[in-house]
T-cell receptor, first 110, second 111 residues
Framework: DAGVTQSPTHLIKTRGQQVTLRCSPK?????VSWYQQALGQGPQFIFQYYEEEERQRGNFPDRFSGHQFPNYSSELNVNALLLGDSALYLC?????????FGQGTRLTVV | SQQGEEDPQALSIQEGENATMNCSYKTSINNLQWYRQNSGRGLVHLIL?????REKHSGRLRVTLDTSKKSSSLLITASRAADTASYFCANLGGNTGKLIFGQGTTLQVKP
């Protein structure tokens, strides 16, 4: 079991660009959540996908969007990148209790 | 903000000593979970305690929960250098499926 896998591991983008991050959930997990973790802070909930629909959303602007595919994998898209979007982006999958996190994608916006 | 608080923010101890971290939260919970994070990498799930439980053990970990005070504590006994990491509490409230994390405690265990 590969657990939760995220790609890429690191990414550097320029202000104003768009980025897509990818997540494959743990085998058998049908729910995927995305979190943003700024340096020195705890993770902040962005949104959650279940059955290919956004089920919950945190306090993030519409520049942050996502998608879940029939195989439960998910993408996080961020448009019009700002310097403040630089962070570690974590994907978590779950099936009931507990959540399993991937290693994250470190996004740097310059 | 719904985000909880953890204290201390940083803790430095010698190998073999016990480490205690505290967490407070603001919303009602179904359960509270503790995670470990090494060097800004992914989060590793350590232990989950349900809202109707008061104490739970897992190996060298002991978690307590006081719902009347909306607080939890994580005790790591006989710490090891490999325990050096950041520790986060996260509460799962209602039926939202959303984890609300604290700010974390950075633990350094000196060999």
């Amino acid at each position: 079991d590969a657990g939760v896998t995220q790609s890429p591991t690191h990414l550097i983008k320029t202000r104003g660009q768009q980025v897509t991050l990818r997540c494959s959930p743990k085998s058998g997990h049908d729910t995927v959540s995305w979190y943003q973790q700024a340096l020195g802070q705890g993770p902040q909930f962005i949104f959650q996908y279940y059955e290919e629909e956004e089920r919950q959303r945190g306090n993030f602007p519409d520049r942050f969007s996502g998608h879940q595919f029939p195989n439960y994998s998910s993408e996080l898209n961020v448009n019009a990148l700002l310097l403040g979007d630089s962070a570690l982006y974590l994907c978590a999958s779950s099936l009931g209790r507990g959540a399993f996190f991937g290693q994250g994608t470190r996004l740097t916006v310059v | 903000s719904q985000q909880g608080e953890e204290d201390p923010q940083a803790l430095s101890i010698q190998e073999g000593e016990n480490a205690t971290m505290n967490c407070s939260y603001k919303t009602s919970i179904n359960n509270l979970q503790w995670y470990r994070q090494n060097s800004g990498r992914g989060l590793v799930h350590l232990i989950l305690i349900r809202s109707n439980e008061r104490e739970k053990h897992s190996g060298r970990l002991r978690v307590t929960l006081d719902t009347s005070k909306k607080s939890s504590s994580l005790l790591i006994t006989a710490s090891r250098a490999a325990d050096t990491a950041s520790y986060f509490c996260a509460n799962l409230g209602g039926n939202t499926g959303k984890l609300i994390f604290g700010q974390g405690t950075t633990l350094q265990v000196k060999p």
